[in-house]
């Protein structure tokens, strides 16, 4: 069923649905799917929409990826019988302490219950996404790819409406060309929230209903990922490796992986906490010089680099999670800070809490409950689930090691995580990563090493990599609040450092050395990583939606 809307002189579209869902990622899938079931089981009619910003589903979806199945397990038992692409099972864990020689490796025992991964698997987890996505069309799902949401409609009281998609054939300087289409509305009983990390709307409904007020700062990472074609002779299906330490020794904190996929296959990456500190510092460049370790070297040399990504991750775990209920629309995943960072892990407890959202929302319109309410009974649901609980256990992970560092913190994990049962005295980090940054004056240069073209290369081969495209001349879709900050703050008193934080190259100063220098957008490189929605010193930066089917696509990643 279609009318017009009347929206600031632009006619309008608009469709009903019980449920719109944004977003089609584990989390997105997963509340779908379940909701589908719910309603053929009870024999409930049931109209459900998901919009997926991507071109095609899975082409945003970015991870390591470990998978624990236990959610899968749940929504999908006969999910192996059905094809579902989970074909690595992981067959031992390696934990290392990096230096820039070598590493202390340590045995078995010593390794965090939360790092061990016996019955996971290693997966590629946008081709997982891409299957969830057939499952939930065979059940009679509508899924629309290339697709975004760049609004959130609201009626007279305040509560959710739905959406609306962007606006498309919108120029550079904000005209209509002649291919001009306004976006869609899209209506509904609920709307649910599965953005992934730093959702545009997620951010936007936090802020109005004040979601977090009860919860800590949250915090984030930024994990680069690349897929490598290695020689067999160095090649281990389902060996797991993760390591701390080097070359994070400058005050920053985070963690490595490499995982070895069938087929001579591996992934590899570096996860930084972004709380650090040093303007100067480019974590790019950090997880290039990481390749060149004995270690990964070792498995990497006379192969070839297959694949390049980075995306932001949230990760300020249960103590930063929020509110996830609001007056007709629920969040969930890492829209409402679901990861499990102990783990380094999240697609489990997303779906989990698509998972109850659809339980909680079912009940509550199979029984005729009114459009537009705020089901508060989904936080107290979600937060006593094995997901909730699991979150629970794992509350001082993060803030340790932001206090501690890797290896006092790691310790004070261990015996949280193995002897108390995560009933320690909870530690908590209420400081926002973005206000961490010192002035530049006050920071130490780093001279890092030019690409070796073999296993460290630069920005522009590796966002080619990452198959990104955009439409040429459309509405750049990162905003600036205020025009001057770039040069007049971020330039004299942090060095400019977008042109470092950001993983692809987008933020760039020209005229540096005249009497008018300007900040260059190169919205075209953007991977929708988001770190620059986040990391900006002065909170200047905001990544909104842009034309529907722009950004990487990491088909096999």
Same mark, same amino acid.
């Given at each position: ?11 309008r ?26 309603a ?12 997926e ?7 945003h979806i ?6 624990e ?5 749940e ?6 019988e ?6 690595t ?6 934990l290392h ?13 010593a390794i ?35 697709f ?20 498309n054939?919108v120029?550079a ?5 002649p291919?001009?289409e306004p *976006?869609?509305?899209?209506?509904? %009983?609920?709307?649910i929230? #599965? ?6 709307? +997620?951010?936007? $409904? =936090?802020?109005r ?5 009860d ?10 990922k ?7 002779s160095?090649?281990e299906?389902?060996?797991?490796v ?7 020794t400058k ?10 996929l069938n ?5 590899m990456?570096l ?7 040093n303007?100067?510092?480019?974590p ?24 390049? *990504?980075?995306?932001?991750?949230? %990760?300020?775990?249960w103590? #930063? ?6 007056? +007709?629309?629920? $969040? =969930? ?7 499990n ?15 109850v ?5 079912f ?19 979600f937060?006593?689930s ?5 979150l ?7 803030p ?7 290896w006092?913190g790691?310790?004070?994990s ?11 005295p ?6 926002p ?17 030019k ?17 990104t ?17 770039p ?25 540096e050395?005249?009497d008018?220098?300007?900040l ?5 490189n ?11 010193p002065?909170?200047?930066i ?14 096999n990643?």
């Amino acid at each position: 069923m279609t009318d017009t809307t009347q929206t600031e002189a632009i006619q309008r579209e608009s469709m009903e649905y019980d449920v719109v869902i944004v977003g089609g990622g584990p989390a997105g899938m997963a509340s779908a799917i379940k909701l589908k079931q719910l309603a053929d089981e009870k024999g409930h009619e049931l109209s459900i929409c998901l919009l997926e910003k991507s071109a095609e589903v899975g082409a945003h979806i970015l991870s390591g990826a470990v998978v624990e199945p236990r959610a899968l397990n749940e929504l999908i038992p006969n999910w192996q019988e059905l094809g579902a692409p989970l074909n690595t099972p992981v067959k031992r864990d390696e934990l290392h302490m990096f230096n820039d020689k070598g590493s202390i490796k340590f045995p078995g025992i010593a390794i965090p219950p939360a790092m061990h991964n016996k019955g996971n698997y290693i997966v590629n987890l946008s081709n997982i996404v891409r299957w969830l996505g057939e499952q939930a069309e065979a059940l009679g799902i509508e899924i629309y790819p290339g697709f975004a949401a760049a609004e959130v409609l609201y009626h007279e009281d305040g509560s959710i409406k739905g959406v609306a998609t962007p606006n498309n054939g919108v120029d550079a300087e904000g005209n209509h060309k002649p291919s001009f289409e306004p *976006g869609m509305e899209l209506h509904a %009983k609920y709307t649910i929230f #599965a953005e992934g990390c730093r959702g545009q709307l +997620g951010k936007e $409904l =936090i802020a109005r209903f004040d979601l977090d007020k009860d919860s800590d700062a949250q915090h984030y990472g930024i994990g680069f990922k690349e897929l490598w074609e290695v020689d067999p002779s160095v090649h281990e299906a389902g060996k797991v490796v993760h390591g701390s330490g080097w070359p994070l020794t400058k005050g920053a904190t985070g963690g490595s992986f490499l995982y070895h996929l069938n087929d001579n296959m591996v992934t590899m990456g570096l996860i930084i906490d972004l709380n650090y500190s040093n303007p100067h510092f480019s974590p790019f460049d950090e997880f290039q010089r990481m390749k060149h370790h004995p270690e990964f070297a070792k498995v990497l040399e006379g192969g070839k680099r297959l694949g390049y *990504g980075a995306r932001a991750i949230t %990760k300020g775990g249960w103590n #930063a999670l929020v509110k996830m209920s609001v007056p +007709g629309g629920l $969040l =969930i995943g890492c829209d409402a800070g679901t990861l499990n960072f102990a783990k380094i892990k999240g697609t489990h407890t997303a779906m989990k809490s698509g998972m109850v959202a659809a339980e909680v929302l079912f009940e509550h319109l199979s029984n005729g409950g009114e459009a537009g309410k705020s089901l508060d009974q989904f936080d107290q649901a979600f937060r006593v689930s094995w997901a909730g609980k699991e979150l629970k256990k794992s509350k001082s992970f993060g803030p340790a090691l932001h206090k501690f560092g890797p290896w006092l913190g790691g310790i004070y994990s261990y015996i949280d995580q193995v002897f108390l049962r995560g009933f320690s005295p909870t530690l908590r980090d209420n400081t926002p990563d973005y206000s961490q940054m010192k002035k530049a004056s006050e920071c130490e240069k780093f001279d890092y090493p030019k690409p070796d073209g073999k296993l460290s290369f630069d920005k522009p081969s590796s966002v080619f990599l990452s198959n990104t495209f955009h439409e040429e001349d459309i509405f750049c879709h990162l905003t600036l609040k205020d025009q001057t900050i770039p040069i007049e703050v971020n330039l004299k008193d942090y060095d400019a450092p977008e042109q470092r934080y950001c993983p692809a190259g987008v933020y760039e100063i020209i005229g540096e050395d005249t009497d008018s220098p300007a900040l260059q957008i190169n919205g075209q490189n953007c991977i929708h990583c988001k770190t620059c929605d986040i990391k900006d010193p002065s909170q200047n930066i905001t990544w909104i939606a842009p034309e529907g089917g722009g950004g990487p696509s990491y088909s096999n990643m």
